[in-house]
């Protein structure tokens, strides 16, 4: 692994199931987060994390949950998917999160 | 409320030069940041500004006036491959990155 990992990186979704996004990062940053990433719009925070063991909730936190049980991962959960999380979803690190964050290659997600 | 604004849309010429406004309204500032966006792929970085003035890294600069709420990317000698949105990003007095929808640069030959 080099940089930060997400998995799948696509992903067809029947509205009302559960899926957990995968995030992986080996540059030991402290900082993680979740964005996602609508045409028209700017990338949203829905979730991050300033250290292991503790998360925060962002611009747009409902209908997702995050866990950040060790510093390297970082997943996503949607607990019951709906049309409106149709979006493509970037996780991000940084360390001590005043420096520029690294992005991992985004999850294109669909829920239908 | 927060606010980052950057055109939605400019169109270059290569060879040329092309500067990228943004204006911001933030809860705290603790620096801007400029990063560069290929269709499908990841934001990556470009520039960090905190304090006034000009930064240059090569082909591009980036300029902040934390009195106007005002930045702007400079590309010089632009190059097929700029073709690309740019983000301007502010981080707030919490540390959170606050962003602008991106402003999508096309170049033409």
């Known amino acids: 692994i080099a940089g930060i990992t997400q998995a799948p990186t696509s992903q067809i979704l029947a509205a009302g199931r559960r899926m957990t996004l995968r995030c992986t990062q080996d540059m030991r940053h402290n900082a993680m987060y979740w964005y996602r990433q609508d045409l028209g719009l700017g990338l949203r925070l829905i979730h991050y994390s300033n250290t292991a063991g503790t998360t925060g909730k962002g611009e747009v936190p409902d209908g997702y949950s995050v866990s950040r049980a060790n510093t390297d991962d970082f997943p996503l959960t949607l607990a019951s998917a709906v049309p409106s999380q149709t979006s493509v979803y970037f996780c991000?690190?940084?360390?001590?999160?005043?420096?520029?964050?690294?992005f991992g290659q985004g999850t294109r997600l669909t829920v239908v | 409320g927060q606010n980052i604004d950057q055109p939605t849309e400019m169109t270059a010429t290569e060879g040329a030069i092309v500067q990228i406004n943004c204006t911001y309204q933030t809860s705290g500032f603790n620096g801007l940041f400029w990063y560069q966006q290929h269709a499908g792929e990841a934001p990556t970085f470009l520039s960090y500004n905190v304090l006034d003035g000009l930064e240059e890294k090569g082909r591009f600069s980036s300029f902040l006036s934390r009195s106007k709420g005002y930045s702007y990317l400079l590309l010089k000698e632009l190059q097929m491959k700029d073709s690309a949105s740019y983000l301007c990003?502010?981080?707030?007095?919490?540390?959170?990155?606050?962003w602008g929808a991106g402003t999508k640069l096309i170049i033409k030959p």
């Open positions: 990003a502010v981080m707030d007095s919490n540390y959170q990155l606050i």
């Open positions: 991000a690190s940084s360390d001590r999160g005043t420096t520029e964050a690294f």
